[in-house]
């Protein structure tokens, strides 16, 4: 696709159960970003990788949360045992190979997360 | 610690009126970017400006220029002749290998 695609665009759940949100980046964007912004906040930083290896986990709160991205491409958040803390929009974000530091980030439109 | 500090939640303007959206940041870091978002109600973040820490030549785009003061961490945002299209969330960042937000600025512009 032309852009960041993240499903599901929206997602209820109960407390204590698991989920999954998924991120599809720009084709060739090597560098993948995920964020968690609470209702009036800035984004906050979880986790980034360059291929398929987590560059910087340091933004991950807790071990209930967990990233994978496999073959490189698409990224799944996972988030065990869900508390009602979580409840926020997550933001995916790419960029191309060698601006990791310097280019901007293609965010897409994020998966609000609501736990009852 | 890096950061990155907003300290106006709210803002209003007239349209075709000017505006400035204030930010200052800290970080031991000598080279690095800075960038301002806009994200409207559908939630994507937009890229609107950005600047090279090393570059003294204040970067602007069309409507759009940052006043940078790299001695006192300072990186505001200056809207010209604002528009209805404007009204949106603003958040400045810096990149050191990830992007770090402070807190936005809500900006309304009034017809």
């Known amino acids: 696709g032309a852009g960041v695609s993240q499903t599901p665009s929206n997602k209820v759940t109960e407390k204590g159960k698991y989920v999954e949100l998924r991120c599809d980046p720009i084709?060739?964007?090597?560098?993948l970003y995920w964020y968690r912004q609470s209702l009036g906040q800035g984004p906050e930083f979880l986790i980034y990788?360059?291929?398929?290896?987590?560059?910087?986990d340091s933004g991950l709160p807790n071990d209930r949360f967990f990233a994978v991205r496999p073959e490189g491409s698409v990224s799944t958040l996972k988030i065990q045992r869900t508390e009602r803390g979580d409840s926020a929009v997550y933001l995916c974000?790419?960029?191309?190979?060698?601006?990791?530091?310097?280019?901007?980030?293609?965010f897409g439109e994020g998966s609000r997360l609501t736990v009852l | 610690a890096q950061t990155v500090t907003q300290s106006q939640p709210e803002m209003s303007v007239q349209e075709a009126e000017t505006v400035t959206l204030s930010c200052t940041y800290d970080t031991s870091e000598s080279n690095y970017y800075l960038f301002w978002y806009k994200q409207p109600p559908s939630r994507q973040m937009i890229l609107v400006i950005r600047?090279?820490?090393?570059?003294?030549q204040n970067a602007t785009e069309n409507r759009f220029s940052v006043n940078f003061q790299k001695a006192a961490k300072s990186f505001s945002l200056k809207i010209s002749d604002s528009q209805l299209g404007d009204t949106a969330m603003y958040f400045c960042a810096f990149n050191t290998g990830k992007l770090i937000f402070g807190q936005g600025t809500t900006l309304q512009v009034k017809p």
């Open positions: 084709s060739g964007h090597t560098a």
């Open positions: 990788f360059q291929g398929t290896g987590a560059a910087d």
């Open positions: 600047q090279e820490a090393y570059k003294q």
């Open positions: 974000a790419s960029s191309p190979w060698g601006q990791v530091n310097t280019g901007e980030l293609f």
